[in-house]
């Protein structure tokens, strides 16, 4: 690549070869037809020229080098977003953590992005009654479409497909839905989210599956609040066994057919707090924990992060007076502890970390869990134990992580053990 590039940049620009600048190259004669239009860049900055003094004109010049030369034009105002040097160069520039929004969409407005997951579950250890095959796999495939409709407000949808190779759902065929679509945006400091989207809260203890509904959270210094208001739309059912629990055991339809939740949280340094409220009505026993009718649940928790270290402890209350169903937990809290150390980030191979959970919860503090343990297995009387597990980021954009729980049921024998296995490829 030469230099020659540059010029032409200038030319791109609207910068005239005979634009008055002062030379601030001695290799740059008053009388090269590019003078003007190089001085003029190297006045605003744009480009530079070598320790002694001299441009070198004629140098073979590297796509990470104009890429520099790109980023400074983008700073300095000189292009714009979607100028085609930037387009050419988008991965240089990516690489020189140069965000450009522009860059990010397609020609028409739409990104897509995805990931495919690899999973296996054994669950041969324990004792669990009509818990099916004890060991399931499948694979996982998610694309993302993320349309802008303008600098405020964007729309993401999501198909998903799975394929089943071993388990209780094996079959020659698979499966594929559209399982997300929602509009997400800004209204003033307000963040807006509607329509079917994925909701997690109290970090999934209390509820992580998908939601029809509407979000809205607002910031306040370093706080926030949030409130949600909808349908707890239908779960994934892959290993659901399940327990004719009421006349919807064969409704598949909804987790809970209205939910209302709140959370309050923030930050302190490195303390993070967070309060949530949630109930939910008409909970559909068949395919959550055995428990139907409606729940209220309430939570607080806190989580401290120390150099690589991350420590954190939740409280859970339920309250079943209006739940019914085979079984009735006597036990109507619960709480969680954690600890983690690193992480896997799938953009930095070879990063990997180490975390544990400790779970005490009785069954009217859980809508629909989000672990990978078999916690609905322990129908209406909540569960304790452990989970240990780590990941590993084997090359960029793929990481993978083992996980092993040792779950017990809070008022019966029952006991489960799982050891589950995960690669996940981003794209």
Known sequence: MKKSLVFAMAMALGVSATAFAANPFSDLPAGHWAYGAVAKLAAAGVVD????GT???DKT???????QIVAKALAKGAIGADDKLVSEFADELDNLGVRVAKLEKNADNVKITGNVRASYRDSSGGKLKGVGDKSQSRLRTRL?????????????????????????NESGDSDTSFQRA???????????????????IAEGNVYDNRVDAVQ??????????????GKMASKDVYGYTGYLTNSKAGDRDSVADKFWNAELGGNIGNLDLAATYTKADDINGAIDNGLVGDAKIWTVGANYKAGDFKIGAMYLKG??????????SNDDDGYVVSLGYKGAAASKPGSWGLFAKYYDQGAPTIVYHTMNGLWDKFTGEGFKGYQVGGNLTLAKNMVAQVEYYDLKGKESD?????LWSQMVVTF
């Open 216 to 229: 809205f959270k607002v910031p306040f210094g370093q706080a926030y609040l949030s409130a949600a208001y």
């Open 414 to 418: 029952a006991h489960a053990r799982t």
């Open 319 to 328: 309250d079943d007076d209006t739940l019914t169903g085979a079984y009735k």
């Open 49 to 52: 020229g070598y320790p002694d």
């Open 182 to 200: 929602y509009l997400d945006g800004n209204i003033g400091v307000w963040n807006i989210q509607a329509g079917r989207f994925n909701k997690t």
């Open 55 to 57: 441009f070198k004109g």
């Open 144 to 168: 993302f479409l993320t349309g802008e409709v303008n600098d405020n407000w964007h729309y993401v949808s999501m198909l998903e497909n799975n394929q089943y190779f071993q388990g209780e």
């Open 61 to 67: 010049m590297t796509r990470y080098e104009m890429a």
